[in-house]
């Protein structure tokens, strides 16, 4: 028997970076709403459109959401006591949550855990995107296992939100 090797991905929603010519986005999002209302699988177009967007080069400046969640990643990892950590992005950033699986079970995971930044229910990247990747990925290891950490627990989003609004209180 392997020993467990555990692993978490922190999975973010990604941003468009602010040099990306924004004809491509609205022609991946028309590609993806035809798509969708097809009940098809993605075309080589958008496909190709997704990855030109997802690769495009970033900096700071040009993609602060990337960078912001690159540093809560930072803080998290550190609270994990060494697991192997990565990032993953819903759209238009890369890795995708499936690379970024794929990654850490070619370093060894054994047990994966994803978590995501979005904390409330009812939307659908984190209730209906994210399992169904995760659905795909686990026939295709069947020796991992693949968890989500989900749904988070409203009483303790709750009290992190009035944590930081006592932050800010002037009363404090």
């Known amino acids: 028997m392997r020993?467990?090797?555990?692993?978490?991905?922190?999975?973010?929603?990604?941003?468009?970076?602010?040099?990306?010519p924004q004809d491509l986005v609205t022609k991946l999002k028309r590609l993806e709403a035809q798509r969708r209302a097809a009940r098809r699988p993605p075309?080589?177009?958008?496909?190709?459109?997704?990855?030109t967007i997802r690769r495009w080069p970033r900096t700071a400046e040009t993609d602060p959401y990337l960078?912001?969640?690159q540093a809560v990643a930072t803080h998290l990892q550190s609270q994990l006591n060494g697991v192997l950590?990565?990032?993953?992005?819903?759209?238009f950033c890369a890795p995708t949550l499936?690379?970024?699986?794929?990654?850490?079970?070619?370093?060894?995971?054994?047990?994966?855990?994803?978590?995501t930044t979005m904390f409330t229910p009812g939307g659908s990247h984190s209730e209906i995107e994210i399992?169904?990747?995760?659905?795909?990925?686990?026939?295709?290891?069947?020796?991992?296992?693949?968890?989500?950490?989900?749904?988070?627990?409203?009483n303790l989003v709750a009290s992190t939100l009035a944590e930081q609004i006592r932050r800010f209180s002037i009363s404090s």
């Open 3 to 20: 020993p467990v090797l555990q692993a978490v991905v922190l999975v973010g929603h990604g941003g468009v970076p602010k040099d990306c």
């Open 85 to 91: 950590f990565g990032i993953a992005f819903n759209e």
């Open 43 to 51: 075309s080589q177009e958008e496909i190709e459109l997704d990855t």
């Open 98 to 115: 499936a690379e970024s699986v794929r990654a850490l079970i070619d370093q060894g995971a054994t047990d994966v855990i994803v978590t």
């Open 67 to 69: 960078f912001g969640l």
């Open 131 to 154: 399992p169904d990747i995760l659905a795909q990925l686990r026939p295709l290891y069947p020796h991992v296992s693949i968890r989500y950490a989900w749904p988070f627990d409203l």
